[in-house]
T-cell receptor, first 113, second 113 residues
Framework: GQSLEQPSEVTAVEGAIVQINCTYQ??????LSWYQQHDGGAPTFLSY????GLEETGRFSSFLSRSDSYGYLLLQELQMKDSASYFC??????????????FGQGTELSVKP | DGGITQSPKYLFRKEGQNVTLSCEQN?????MYWYRQDPGQGLRLIYY???????QKGDIAEGYSVSREKKESFPLTVTSAQKNPTAFYLC????????????FGEGSWLTVV
């Protein structure tokens, strides 16, 4: 089967740096993406890694290592508004599940003053 | 403006009733998805469609049905066979089989009374 594992919750203080890990088991996928979801809202796209390495978008960076089946989202200069749930996701290209989008269970980030 | 429109935002259903959630997109996207999210949980895939007149079951399709008669529309029916339908339902779309940025609607809250 296919699955993504994330820590259920992470706590950090304003101004700090936090890393949210995602390990996955999937036979084939296009890349790893990350989404942010505030309470009661829809997820919004943050970052995408098609290739191994680091992608930087402002305060957010994401990393992928296909050989380790591992990725992470790095949030710098944390702000209170960053308190939300963060999901990693992959898109399968296996023959019988082409295009299937799979999400991790999400990591709830709490930013404290 | 382009986007995904879900309706209704809030819906109450009596036990034994079928209800249909609407999802319309004007992004000209090929692929559309339905996810279910329970409080504090991740997104679970119900159904997805890569092309008009074709769709596949996701991980939790039992008790749900969909249709894809038009490219822009992907309605979800929650049938009476779904024993625990109270949840937040999210519709999403992507440009194609390889597109990795997922666009979400605002979601529909379904409550069984």
């Amino acid at each position: 089967g296919q699955s993504l594992e994330q820590p259920s919750e992470v706590t950090a203080v304003e101004g700090a740096i936090v890393q949210i890990n995602c390990t996955y088991q999937t036979s084939g996928f296009y890349g790893l993406s990350w989404y942010q979801q505030h309470d009661g809202g829809a997820p919004t796209f943050l970052s995408y890694n098609a290739l191994d390495g680091l992608e930087e978008t402002g305060r957010f960076s994401s990393f992928l290592s296909r050989s380790d089946s591992y990725g992470y989202l790095l949030l710098q200069e944390l702000q209170m508004k960053d308190s939300a749930s963060y999901f990693c996701a992959v898109r399968s290209y296996t023959y019988n599940q082409g295009g299937k989008l799979i999400f991790g269970q999400g990591t709830e980030l709490s930013v404290k003053p | 403006d382009g986007g995904i429109t879900q309706s209704p935002k809030y819906l109450f259903r009596k036990e034994g009733q079928n209800v249909t959630l609407s999802c319309e997109q004007n992004l000209n996207h090929d692929a559309m998805y339905w996810y279910r999210q329970d409080p504090g949980q991740g997104l679970r895939l119900i159904y997805y469609s890569q092309i008009v007149n074709d769709f596949q079951k996701g991980d939790i399709a039992e008790g749900y049905s969909v249709s894809r008669e038009k490219k822009e529309s992907f309605p979800l029916t929650v049938t009476s066979a779904q024993k625990n339908p109270t949840a937040f339902y999210l519709c999403a779309s992507t440009p194609g089989q390889t597109g990795n940025t997922i666009y979400f609607g605002e979601g529909s809250w379904l409550t069984v009374v």
